[in-house]
């Protein structure tokens, strides 16, 4: 039954004063709490005896004043004591998904939706603390109720009337049991419709530009309201079967009741049982029957519960494919400065091969450039080189060391990447650029920007590099948003800058300029640069030319251009362009 949890077993251990404070003051008010029935019968009894007994009656009423007062403050504390930890449980198990997304692949990402992720840290974990804050209250609250009510009726009462009185209680227990294995099922299937049900809306209004620009609202609209229709049917049925829960409750409370009434009115009559003792008889047994309400939202609440945590389990079970190599070589940064050889290098996302036994050399501190059409190869190639994917064959050598070798953070720290499809975050302009370095200095922002020719503009916004700038960067130009996140990547100072179609958005004539900057600057460092355009190109030690994951050509522009194969015809075709 709890089995799920037990991946929180450091949290209850680091907490387990919290739940047990809570659960010691439950108790205290659960027993002040089981004296009001016993007072009120000796209340009963002293008011119907010969003499009243008015001193007893007040002392009587000052102790149920006194209990109710003591009933307050510990309800107090248990809700600080384990609502609270239950708070403390949803931020820790939401860091601890967090951070283990973080440490997970891109394939991971590839196989899993951002609506579907985003349900895990919201939806399943509100599901898991429910399950631990009130649910444990619940629970205590119930078992004690049960067994001291019991316990009180068997010691106060007749046997006999106590035993008929609990008739409907072995099927209550057996209903509750089947109950709570379909709210399981039901609640699981509830989880993954409203896992679909964000990934749907996050998607529509990600793309919301494009579906109007199409005039598709309607479509997309009735994409929605399918969905929103699923998760409604799901919940729904989920419903239908808890449902019965209540009413089950209720029949089992009204036939002990039945059965008390007629059996428990006879021993009155008979003279076996006082009215008093009578009277405290139905109180326990109308105090049984929270007990047993509650015993069913425990059910519930915990199923839910048990659901959530084993997808979320199933999420911290992924292990990341691209770990440190289990014998990791101990390097400084300098022994990480040379070439960087691929040898042999094949590689697929699922079925087709994509990179097709790849040999090739990048020069250390010089420009290379990859060229190659849609599709070829390029972006992949940069993805195994920045160890986001681990070829299928071949290795990767840096400075005769296999970068499999080399420690996954130190590895990445020599890159500036910028990628073909960059991502600005919603905050100034200033702190995008800063993204890497957070500490660094407004003149070394302002010099990024300046090397890739975006000081004028931004200095031109009212708010300047304050400027905060929209989800994605959207209130940017595609140009702009390129070169803030080149400025990004120079501001790292990388060792390693790779540019994957980083500046297609920008004119070619600021792309030279760019271009130019970067080799008049001091920056040493091994530039990758990927681009389909041959100014770029021409400059570069050496040239990649990629076609259908094979290297296809390799060498200076004038070579390609000696050799007239597939870069003479990319360069032909694209000069034949620019001139039409
Ligand atoms: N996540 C993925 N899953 C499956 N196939 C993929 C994935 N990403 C890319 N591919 C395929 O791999 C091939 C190479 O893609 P890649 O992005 O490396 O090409 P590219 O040379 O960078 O193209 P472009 O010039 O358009 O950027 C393509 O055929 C593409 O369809
Ligand atoms: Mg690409």
């Known amino acids: ?316 079970e992924q292990r990341s494919e691209i770990v440190d190599h289990p014998l990791p070589l101990s390097l400084k940064k300098e022994d990480l400065q040379g070439d960087i050889i691929l040898e042999n290098i094949s590689f697929q996302y699922e079925q087709n091969p994509v990179l097709k036994n790849i040999s090739l050399t990048i020069p250390y501190g010089t420009v290379t450039a990859i060229t190659g059409q849609t599709g070829s190869g390029k972006s992949t190639l940069m993805y195994l080189l920045l160890r986001f994917f681990e070829p299928g064959q071949g290795r990767i050598l840096v400075g005769d060391h296999p970068i499999s070798q080399v420690p996954l953070k130190l590895w990445r720290e020599k890159f500036g990447y910028v990628p073909q499809d960059n991502f600005i975050f919603s905050t100034t302009i200033a702190d995008n650029i800063a993204f890497a370095r957070p500490g660094a200095t407004w003149e070394e922002i302002k010099k990024a920007a300046k090397l890739v020719a975006l000081d004028k503009e931004i200095e031109s916004f009212p708010a300047g590099y304050n400027t905060v700038v929209g989800e994605r960067g959207v209130t940017l130009s595609g140009g702009q948003q390129q070169r803030l996140a080149l400025a990004r990547a120079l501001l790292t100072k990388p060792e390693i800058l790779v540019l994957d179609d980083a500046l297609s958005s920008v004119d070619i004539t600021t792309e030279e300029h760019i271009i130019n900057n970067l080799q008049s600057s001091n920056i040493r460092a091994t530039v990758i640069i990927i681009s389909h355009r041959l100014k770029v190109l021409k400059k570069a030690a050496k040239i990649l030319v990629l076609e259908d994951g094979c290297l296809k050509e390799e060498g200076t522009h004038r070579e390609l251009l000696e050799q007239r194969g597939l870069y003479f015809l990319l360069c032909q075709q694209q000069l034949w362009e620019e001139a039409v």
């Open 1 to 316: 039954m709890i089995k799920e949890f037990l991946t929180l077993k450091e949290f209850f251990l680091k907490y387990k004063w919290h739940y047990l404070g809570g659960v010691f003051c439950l108790l205290i008010v659960d027993s002040l709490q089981l004296l009001v029935p016993r007072l009120l019968g000796l209340f009963t009894d002293t008011l119907l005896s010969a003499q009243v007994n008015i001193a007893l009656l007040r002392s009587y009423l000052y102790f149920i004043i006194a209990i109710a007062v003591g009933m307050a403050v510990f309800r107090y504390l248990w809700r600080l004591y384990i609502i609270g930890a239950s708070r403390i449980l949803e931020k820790h198990l939401r860091e601890l998904l967090f951070n283990h997304l973080q440490s997970l692949s891109p394939r991971f990402f590839l196989q899993h939706k951002t609506g579907e992720l985003m349900a895990h840290l919201t939806n399943d974990i509100t599901a898991v603390r429910s399950s631990l804050g009130l649910s444990v209250v619940l629970m205590v609250d119930a078992l004690f109720l049960t067994v001291m009510a019991l316990f009180f009726m068997f010691s106060t009462s007749d046997l006999r009337l106590t035993l008929l009185a609990l008739i409907p209680l072995p099927f209550l227990a057996l209903g509750s049991q089947k109950l709570g294995v379909g709210v399981f099922n039901r609640f699981m299937k509830v989880q993954e419709t409203f896992a679909e049900l964000t990934d749907t809306s996050q998607e529509n209004i990600a793309a919301m530009r494009v579906v109007q620009a199409f005039a598709l609202e309607g479509v997309e609209k009735k994409r929605f309201l399918k969905s929103t229709a699923k998760y409604m049917h799901d919940n729904f049925n989920l419903y239908k079967l808890w449902g019965f829960y209540d009413p089950l409750i209720y029949i089992c409370s009204f036939l002990s009741f039945i059965i008390v009434l007629i059996y428990g009115g006879n021993l009155v009559i008979k003279g076996q049982i006082s009215i008093g003792d009578f009277v405290a008889f139905n109180g326990y047994l109308a105090l049984l029957t929270w007990p047993m309400l509650a015993l069913g939202w425990v059910i519930n609440i915990t199923q839910r519960g048990r659901a959530s945590m084993q997808r979320i389990n199933r999420l911290l």
